[in-house]
């Protein structure tokens, strides 16, 4: 397994702000890696630097074995970078704007025919070449940003939340046409704050406040989880919810639909019966069990963690 | 350095004529701008100023007297609107603003004039208005039809006036503004398509291709350089067919001088654009820079008539240059090698600050 992007302990100030705090990561070629955390936790500065558009205060990283300090031009004809906000022009048609994108990347006339044609056909936007790019809804956007940042073939595709302005159909859509990508070998670094993306990610790293919290494989990040999981089914949450909040053995307690799903700490032998003990001794109604950590526990719990240390 | 692309100066031209093709006000701007302000310039402002409004007080009512008031309002420099009693009540029509000027004749004018006892009669001007002052001088030259001074002084010399013997405002005027349109539109626009991007978005994805500063600088250019070109051919159209300006050097010239300007110019626009963030910025950024061009070039103002400081200041700025460049060729029949002094200005403004705003521009957010 080779690696596409390695960073040693990649930091980036604004001020006083440390925006991204020594992240170490490795991400292999072939897969697709997800970036998930809150909105500031430092996850668009972290691709920022490696696309070359920020320098690091501290520690560098290589993109596809090219120091991005050193050289970040010839990163740049290597990647593609699909930015979070549509980058395109919408004063031009779908077909100008990846008529300019291919003339930026110096392909040949009849590459340049050819990739169009293929890319118009496969994200499905034959039928508007000709339509300005300002007027397309939110999902054909998303599909012309795709299809402009991949018309060279790039080797590495960083995408910085791309399916956030689109409804679920198009998201879903979406990523048919990564997973499709990586296939063919293209490495994806992708972020998101879907839990059901991040779980279709090959490997995740979730960052907090700019530190990188955990990081692996979803299922491993899910077995791994130091703590049992209680879902709690109440006509009560909120109340019960309190209530289990002040025992010292629970870490925390999420609300997830009209269940609860309480972290309890692993020492602690029979969760389900320790946290049905305390609700009784309030005379609180609820029905308990045990349940496998799912992404949304492992995201709590890895951007908790930190908090209680500082 | 990386060699430059030529495929890929050509696609950001490209896609900027796209731009100004569905940018109907701005399109609207290229054309319209130069013809509503050479339509302006050339109508409403006349330095040669005619018809001011004049109040008279004719207390000697004698036959010279009335022919003296006669041979003023013939100058068409002033015509009467009031008779008054008194010089005090002229003027107190002057600090009331009704009239600009005040024709007193005393009522031993006749005398006067027998004795050859200057002053003859007086006229009270409103030198609020440095216009009205230099119409009043002239009209304080009159000659006096009377035998006593009739052997009026030949002057000692002749006066030749080689290129605008009458003195017609637009002949001086339509040749500058073209410099003046240009130093405007092409600063704003370039400046103004540049920081657009960057607030659109745009630049981010640009920036991570790999087109170099310097093809963008001069992609984004050359279609300005064609919008410079539209626009001073219509000005000097529009100056020759209303104004009668005459063309006296030859179109090559003139079109080889304009691009020299027209593209150190530009890069001004490049500058503003790697400072602004806004486009607003852009905006005041631009009208900064264009005020003491157009203040200190010699277009409104004699370049002779300012400070050391400021002429020195002005030499610093394309459109000084281009102004003399410009009423070289048009009006005196100069050639551009007559005019080596000028251009070199420009070519070294445009080396200097298109390095400096390259430099500036990094393809970089931070």
Redesign the interface.
């Known amino acids: 397994m080779t690696i596409a992007i390695e960073t040693h302990d990649l930091t980036r100030h604004f001020g006083d702000l440390v925006a991204v705090d020594h992240v170490n990561m490795q991400v292999p070629k072939g897969s697709i890696y997800g970036f998930l955390g809150p909105n500031g936790c430092g996850k668009s500065t972290t691709i ?1 630097m490696l ?5 690091p205060t501290e520690g560098g990283a290589s993109v596809l074995g090219i120091d991005v300090l050193d050289d ?2 010839a990163v ?2 290597k ?1 593609g ?1 699909m ?1 979070q ?8 048609t779908v077909r ?1 704007n990846l008529q ?2 291919s ?4 392909m040949s006339r009849t590459d340049r025919a050819q990739r169009i044609r293929v890319q118009l056909k496969k994200f499905g936007l034959d039928d508007r070449a000709r339509q ?1 790019a300002g007027t397309l809804s939110g999902g054909q956007r998303q599909r012309l940003s795709l299809a402009a ?1 991949t018309l060279h073939e790039p080797e590495l595709l960083f995408l910085d939340e791309p399916t956030s302005a689109v409804d679920p159909e198009s998201r879903r859509e979406f990523w048919e046409f990564l997973f499709d990508m990586v296939d063919r070998g293209t490495t994806v670094l992708v972020t998101t704050h879907f839990m059901d993306e991040a779980e279709r990610c090959h490997a995740l790293a979730i960052l907090d406040q700019g530190v990188l919290v955990a990081d692996g494989s979803p299922k491993q990040l899910m077995a791994e989880l130091p703590a049992s999981v209680v879902e709690v089914a109440s006509d009560t949450t909120r109340i019960v919810r309190e209530v289990l909040l002040e025992l010292s053995e629970v870490i925390d307690v999420a609300q997830l639909g009209s269940r609860l799903h309480a972290l309890v700490q692993p020492d602690v032998q029979n969760p389900t019966a320790f946290l049905g003990a305390a609700l009784e001794r309030k005379s609180l109604l609820a029905s308990l069990k045990l349940v496998a950590p799912n992404l949304e526990d492992v995201f709590v719990m890895a951007t908790l963690g930190r908090g209680a240390d500082r | 350095m990386r060699l430059l692309s030529g495929a890929r100066i050509l696609a950001i031209a490209k896609k900027e004529f796209f731009h100004l093709r569905r940018d109907h006000l701005t399109a609207g701007m290229v054309v319209g701008l130069p013809i509503m302000m050479t339509l302006l310039f050339g109508y409403a402002i006349n330095q040669d100023v005619r018809n001011l409004n004049a109040g008279v007080v004719d207390e000697a009512n004698t036959s010279a007297s009335r022919a003296l008031i006669a041979d003023a309002v013939a100058t068409q420099v002033m015509r009467i609107v009031s008779r008054a009693g008194s010089p005090r009540e002229l003027e107190q029509m002057i600090a009331a603003g009704r009239i600009s000027l005040g024709l007193y004749i005393p009522s031993d004018f006749e005398e006067r004039l027998a004795q050859s006892r200057p002053p003859f009669a007086q006229l009270l001007i409103d030198d609020s208005d440095p216009i009205v002052l230099g119409a009043a001088r002239g009209l304080a030259q009159l000659p006096i039809r009377q035998q006593a001074i009739k052997k009026d002084s030949p002057g000692t010399f002749e006066l030749r006036a080689l290129y605008n013997p009458e003195r017609r405002s637009p002949v001086f005027i339509v040749p500058g503004l073209c410099g003046v349109i240009l130093t405007l539109t092409m600063v704003l626009f370039t400046a103004i398509a540049i920081v657009r991007e960057r607030e659109r978005g745009n630049l981010e994805l640009l920036i991570t291709t790999p087109v170099q500063p310097l093809e963008l600088m001069i992609g984004k250019i050359i279609p300005y350089v064609f919008i410079g070109y539209i626009q001073i051919s219509l000005i000097l159209l529009l100056g020759v067919s209303l104004f009668d300006v005459p063309v006296r050097g030859t179109m090559l010239d003139f079109y080889v001088g304009a691009g020299i300007f027209v593209i150190s110019t530009l890069t001004l626009g490049l500058l503003i654009s790697t400072i602004a963030e806004t486009q607003f910025q852009a905006f005041q950024l631009t009208f900064m820079s264009f005020l003491p061009q157009l203040l200190l070039s010699g277009f409104m103002f004699p370049f002779e008539g300012m400070p050391r400081a400021a002429q020195y200041l002005a030499e610093l700025f394309p459109l000084t240059h281009f102004l003399r460049i410009v009423r070289g060729i048009v009006l005196r029949d100069a050639t551009l090698s007559m005019l080596t002094n000028e251009i070199w200005p420009l070519v070294l403004f445009f080396v200097v600050v298109m390095a400096l705003a390259t430099a500036r521009f990094r393809k970089r957010l931070d």
């Open positions: 920022r696309c070359g558009l920020l320098i970040p031009e740049k004809s990647i970078y930015t906000r549509f980058s395109l022009y919408e004063d031009l100008e300019f994108m003339e930026i990347y110096q300005l940042v």
